[in-house]
């Protein structure tokens, strides 16, 4: 007896769920225009943070491999020569903070600067090599390298080093910028996307006012009630999920040529990461999530017919 | 089966809807309540149905106290009292089917279950063969009866009626209310709100009757 309720019970609520979830979604069907311009509301919400915060990762992920392989450039003064050079660079790299010490002539740095630059032309008009030797320090930790760079700077044979550093913290400075904007973006966008979402489940409410009050008075509890527009809201997040991800791989799958040939442009190797398929499922999960709370919030309000609260 | 024990009702504003009202309505009774308008009738019918609280007294339905219902057990409360409204309040988007299935829907009924009792509530009130039909396409005392049919079909122990002839001709009134009679008979406890005294005193049952709230023939 008890048992046979209890599964009766169960029964009857899969049996609402599978209903509520069917006619909701046929009542967003049923409405193709108004629908998926809500999905591409709720898409371009969605998009916007998550090609931010993927470009972010990106930049990330270029300081990351740039990190690694942190360096000084040593610019000796014009007066010292080839010799005096190397062996500065021998004596340097027989110290134990510093991993290697290359001494690049003046002559190699012209060349290679023409080579990489494309500015062949013009430089090849100059008449003197304006370049000074070079050395290349590269510190055992990188953490050293701006006392490695003071330290440098110092000697008489030195006329300036630049520590390739400074640009790496600035990089690191701007993509913990980027975040806190993405989050910050992302915050306010996700309060555009439960507004909408809410605003659109609120009209459904009303649509169905009369409906919602006659089922209640024969006997339909809160959550019976508050069922179908929950579904209903499920329904636009998820496909406002599906918008963003499209969008999201669209964009990337669009930058992804002209970010690699950039790449190649300066000899690296590096490639734009995109949206992942796990990461994909979990923005569809997120809209599908936030269609939640939206309709829950919304519906909320329009349970107000019994006189205990 | 309904027991009213000097219930006061006053609404926000200060107007009072039901002063000191007692009574009590045996199971297999029929009672008609009468009254002018603005009496109380439906303000007491909403007593019953748990859509308003009274400010004083209290209200016993099947012997549970109401004012011990918590906001949770009101949905269970309403599927044991089934309610009939003048404007019959159905749903003009689904067929009369769907308006009479919808308690069923609720009460978590599987299909087949739904399907035989719907037919079955609706044969009782002579439309079975307009269960496709919509709302809209029927008559004025056809939509009463699918308002009936759908207060019945959960087979709940109280049948509430507020006006349910307020719109019909006295033929058609007197057709509706013997079909509250066959429900009487079968032991549904009925109460029946009118204010159509040549009809209701024609038949035989207790009349309860309302004046500016109070209950006429109580000591004051
Ligand atoms: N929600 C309400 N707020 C204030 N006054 C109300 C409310 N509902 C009913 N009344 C008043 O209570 C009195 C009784 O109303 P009602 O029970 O509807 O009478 P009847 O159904 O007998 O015509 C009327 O004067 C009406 O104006
Ligand atoms: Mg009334």
Known sequence: ?309 | MITFERVSKRFEGGHDALRDVSFEIGADELVFLTGHSGAGKTTLLRLVMLLEQPTRGRVLVNGRDLSRVARRGIPAHRREVGVVFQNHRLLFDRSVFDNVALPLYIAGYDHREVGKRVRAALDKVGLLRHERAMPLTLSGGEQQRVGIARAVVGRPPVLLADEPTGNLDPALSAEIMTLFEDFSRVGVTVLIASHDLALISRLRHRIITLREGRLMGAPA
């Open chain 1, 1 to 309: 007896m008890q048992r046979t309720r209890v599964s009766h019970r169960l029964n009857a609520w899969v049996r609402h769920h599978r209903l509520s979830a069917a006619d909701s979604l046929r009542r967003v069907l049923e409405r193709p225009t108004a629908s998926l311009l809500t999905w591409l509301v709720v898409g371009i919400a969605l998009a916007l943070p998550v090609s931010l915060a993927l470009s972010m990762d990106n930049l990330r992920a270029l300081g990351g491999r740039v990190d690694s392989q942190a360096q000084l450039s040593v610019f000796l003064r014009p007066a010292v020569d080839a010799v005096a050079g190397q062996a500065l660079a021998e004596e340097l790299g027989q110290r134990a903070d510093i991993a290697t010490a290359t001494f690049r002539s003046r002559e190699e740095a012209l060349e290679e600067f023409r080579a990489r630059s494309g500015f062949s032309d013009v430089l090849g008009g100059l008449e003197d090599n304006p370049l000074p030797h070079l050395l290349l320090v590269v510190p055992r930790d990188p953490a050293q390298a701006a006392a490695l760079a003071a330290e440098i700077g110092a000697l008489a044979t030195v006329d300036e080093v630049i520590l390739d550093l400074a640009w790496l913290e600035r990089l690191r400075r701007l993509t913990e910028l980027g975040a806190r904007l993405v989050l910050v973006a992302a915050l306010l966008l996700a309060a555009g996307v439960l507004l909408v979402l809410g605003n659109t489940i609120r009209l459904a409410v009303e649509g169905r006012r009369e409906e919602i009050e006659v089922t209640r008075l024969v006997g339909a509890s809160d959550a019976f009630v508050r069922r179908p527009f929950l579904y209903s809201g499920l329904w636009y997040g998820i496909g406002g999920g599906v918008v963003a991800a499209l969008l999201v791989a669209a964009v990337f799958a669009a930058l992804r040529g002209p970010v690699a040939q950039l790449a190649a442009a300066y000899g690296a190797d590096w490639r734009l990461a995109g949206l992942g398929l796990i990461d994909a499922f979990g923005l569809v999960l997120a809209g599908g999530a936030l269609g939640l709370i939206a309709a829950w919030l919304a519906v909320g309000r329009h349970l107000r017919l019994d006189p205990r609260g």
